[in-house]
């Protein structure tokens, strides 16, 4: 390929190939931070709860009445939601559920000295010890939620306690917490402090999630405690096969409202469990849509603005071209020299366009807490401007490549 | 002059249709894009009390202790009032109006057949709330400072639910039954919300959330109310009180109506504070307490997601390159015709008249940008409608957001025009006729 002649054009048009290399670059820039940013959403979106999403359905009930036994209303709302047709299996909690926002959660210490030392500095700062979120929950509430229970045992009748103002005496925690907790030894048997209670770990399930996300590294960190509710406000879950958890949840309403009318049950509040993840990663739905949609814009308007100028130059040098076939240059040559150019100005572009990308992850990792690029992120940026400008320039080239010999006999 | 470079403006765009197509996708996609979010932006950062909201203002002092070690991601725990303090300037009296309120959630049991009890959300305030921030009422009024003082069984409700739960929103003189206890209805408001709720706790929903109820705060202490909101303690004693000394969870407004009023007040705070400290209760140093107008006050409180500065700042990047491709058409194109621009020279046209003449060329091309940019801010705006947070009914575009559009528009094309305009008007006229 002859780089002298292109680029001696290039000169010629200065102002016009800046412009060009700019608008690559700053394409390139953007759209690799978009890209990045897409990763993350989708990343966090698709995060595992350790619990059977699709067979499950939920549905709020909260008392009206003041002096309400609680526990004899939960056992008679739960026998009536066990006899509708197709539900597997039943289970009541106070509110917590992953992913639902609600959350309880205590400090506790994998033994004395650090459960001193977080006492003393009032925080769990810099201590081993952690703020895990709790799951209260009935008889069944394990194999309501599906979950995958990796070592120790069940809960056993005698283990539980009503209300939340008793702490039971075992607990079965999340994976997650134990190599937290007890990082290189197992956790099965340990006692965990929490202010004046010690609670012995009887069991590990393999995932469980917390309500809400809020600090990265500790999303597993959960634990379930033998603890029935005993709250005017109750949430009832209810295990079938994914299709008929539309019918469960209407079945269930009414056999709710059958069992006592003193009751509120918000319409909001009855739903399946697809329904509260998928409301809880809405934004980042959202946000996925929009990042694709302005990624795509950018690159589409790009491409057009490639093809829009190669297209203007072809009819400016018309004449040239066809003098350069006159003095003997092939079709191949002259398709060739605007692939040439275009592939020096976007590589231009995307030099530019790499160190730009950077900056402005530096930018967004200070405003938006956005983590840093891989610099992977850039060579695969690059290749798909290359491709996408070579895809653009292409039609011109090849219509320059069309012109005949004899247009350097005509003028302009 | 002007109608002859519109013409030739117009010639000169439907030659190159494609190419004029472009620029008018690329600025409209880019405005459009960006004038959604801007508008997003302006409706949430928007007066929520325009004529009012200058004169109020909202005091912080800080209670806590030396030690008291912030939670990361929680609510700060000196944005409220304890008790003590509210009463203290509430009783002081150094404004001219002054309120303190919290926000709750009460069962409301209605007396009529067929209708269920339901929850309504509302405020307990005090008496100078509803003229401080003008509240508009239906029918009666709110209630005295001395039904304050009393702990009066009163209560005010907004219209929609006057009429669900009696039929008619002529209903003063009724009693409500809200949680367990009944009280005397005195006053009927519109179904009045500012937009944000600006004097509620910030836990999220201040787009959308409204009051259906009021009643007085003191009623709300005496019968421990449930309260919605933060209620941040530091005391020993873990089951605290709403009176505790060692519990924020009262927001406090007042309206001040001159400067000097407001330097009395600030400095007030501050003597207020050192005698707490004197006292020993206060350990930080009195400077801390501050008084926020209002809009200074939202702006504190940051009441717009990350998320959606996030997707303003993307639109405008769009805009920018798509700008940034339109200088470069625009370049190629008016230097294309260096031909014609020669021969008008040549036939006496000044510099001046080519850069008008190119700078009208521009101007149409935004005005048609413009046009769609409309088109596409609303169907963005439709879109933002539809997501289920609570800012996204107010996304609607008004008059003035409507006409920033179009100008933002014409700007940005004039903008990208000027370039090539002034590279156009410097082309000799003598040296490209001989090329021709």
């Known amino acids: ?412 | 002059m002007v109608g002859y470079y519109i013409h030739m403006a117009a010639r000169s765009l439907r030659r190159n249709p494609v190419l004029t197509g472009l620029m008018v996708l690329a600025i409209g996609l880019g405005i459009g894009a960006s004038m959604t979010m801007v508008t997003v932006l302006h409706v949430m950062t928007d007066d929520p009390l325009p004529g009012r909201s200058a004169q109020l203002y909202t005091p912080h002092i800080d209670p806590l202790p030396l030690d008291y070690k912030q939670d990361g991601g929680g609510p700060d725990a000196s944005d409220n009032l304890t008790w003590p303090d509210a009463m203290a300037l509430l009783t002081a009296r150094r404004a001219t109006r002054q309120a303190a309120m919290a926000g709750g959630n009460l069962l409301l049991r209605p007396d009529r057949a067929g209708v269920r009890p339901f929850y309504v959300a509302g405020r307990y305030t005090s008496a100078d709330f509803f003229t401080m921030f003008g509240v508009p009422f239906v029918h009666g009024g709110g209630w005295s400072a001395a039904d304050d003082a009393a702990g009066a069984q009163v209560v005010v409700l907004t219209e929609t639910v006057a009429r669900k739960l009696f039929g008619t929103a002529d209903a003063v003189g009724r009693t409500v039954r809200l949680g367990e206890h009944d009280y005397r209805l005195v006053g009927v408001t519109t179904d009045w919300a500012p937009k944000p709720l600006f004097y509620a706790d910030n836990v999220g929903n201040q787009y959308s959330d409204a009051d259906q109820f009021f009643l007085p705060f003191s009623v709300a202490v005496n019968q421990d109310l449930q309260v919605s909101g933060n209620q941040s303690g530091w005391g020993k004693d873990e089951s605290a009180s709403k009176r505790s000394d060692t519990t924020t969870w009262l927001q406090f407004w007042v309206q001040l109506d001159t400067p000097a009023q407001v330097a009395a007040y600030r400095q007030y705070l501050v003597d207020y504070s050192a005698q707490q400290k004197g006292l020993g209760r206060f350990q930080r140093p009195p400077a801390n307490a501050k008084l926020y107008s209002l809009m200074g006050w939202l702006a504190h409180e940051n009441l717009v997601p990350t998320d959606v500065r996030l997707q303003l700042w993307l639109a405008l990047g769009f805009l920018f390159v798509c700008m940034v491709n339109i200088v470069a058409l625009l370049l190629a194109k008016f230097l294309r015709r260096s031909g014609e621009i020669s021969v008008r020279r040549a036939l006496g046209a000044r510099r001046r008249d080519i850069f008008v003449q190119f700078g009208v060329e521009s101007a149409l091309i935004g005005v048609a940008g413009g046009a769609l940019g409309l088109a596409v801010a609303q169907l963005g705006l439709w879109s933002i409608r539809q997501r289920p947070d609570d800012y996204a009914r107010l996304a609607q575009m008004d008059a003035s957001m409507l006409l920033g559009t179009l100008m933002l528009a014409v700007l940005a094309s004039m903008l990208a025009g000027l370039l090539p305009a002034w590279r156009a008007c410097r082309v000799p006229p003598a040296l490209q006729l001989k090329a021709m």
């Open chain 1, 1 to 412: 390929m002859q780089l002298r002649p292109i680029l001696s054009t290039l000169r010629h048009h200065k102002l016009t190939s800046i412009l060009l290399t700019l608008q690559v670059a700053f394409t390139c820039a953007i759209v690799c931070n978009v890209v990045f940013m897409v990763a993350k959403r989708v990343e966090r979106a698709s995060v595992a709860t350790g619990i059977v999403e699709n067979e499950l359905s939920v549905i709020h009930s909260s008392g009206i009445e003041k002096n309400e036994n609680k526990q004899a209303r939960n056992q008679a709302d739960l026998a009536a939601l066990r006899a509708i047709p197709g539900v597997t299996s039943v289970a009541a909690v106070s509110y917590s559920l992953p992913l639902n926002h609600n959350s309880s959660s205590r400090g506790v210490c994998p033994d004395q000295a650090s459960l001193q030392r977080a006492m003393q500095q009032r925080s769990a700062d810099g201590t081993s010890c952690m703020t895990p979120s709790i799951y209260d929950g009935t008889p069944g509430l394990i194999d309501t939620l599906g979950l995958h229970l990796v070592a120790g045992r069940r809960f056993q009748p005698d283990d539980y306690v009503v209300g939340m103002g008793h702490t039971p005496a075992v607990a079965i925690i999340s994976s997650a917490l134990a190599r937290r907790l007890y990082p290189n030894q197992s956790a099965l048997g340990k006692d965990m402090y929490l202010g004046h209670s010690v609670i012995r770990v009887v069991g590990i399930v393999e995932t469980l999630l917390r309500p809400s996300l809020r600090d990265p590294g500790t999303e597993g960190d959960s634990m379930l405690w033998p603890q029935l509710p005993d709250l005017s406000g109750v949430t009832y879950l209810l295990r079938s096969a994914p299709g008929d958890r539309r019918r469960v949840l209407e079945a269930a309403e009414a056999a709710l409202l059958k069992v006592s009318a003193s009751r509120l049950i918000d319409p909001r509040r009855v739903q399946t469990y697809t329904q509260i993840r998928h409301d809880y990663f809405q934004r980042d739905t959202t946000m996925i849509g929009l990042l694709v949609a302005s990624a795509s814009g950018l690159l589409f308007v790009t491409a057009l603005g490639i093809a829009g100028l190669a297209n203007f130059w072809v009819q400016q040098r018309w004449r040239s071209i066809g003098i350069r076939r006159a003095v003997g240059a092939t079709r191949g040559d002259i398709l060739r020299y605007f692939q040439g150019e275009n592939f020096l100005i976007v590589g231009a572009g995307i030099v530019l366009g790499g160190v730009l990308a950077v900056l402005l992850n530096l930018l967004l990792m200070a405003h938006y807490e956005l983590p840093r690029l891989p610099l992977w992120y850039l060579p695969i940026g690059a290749a798909v401007l290359w491709v996408l400008g070579q895809l653009s320039v292409l039609s011109p080239a090849r219509r320059a490549a069309r012109v005949p010999p004899v247009a350097a006999m005509r003028s302009a």
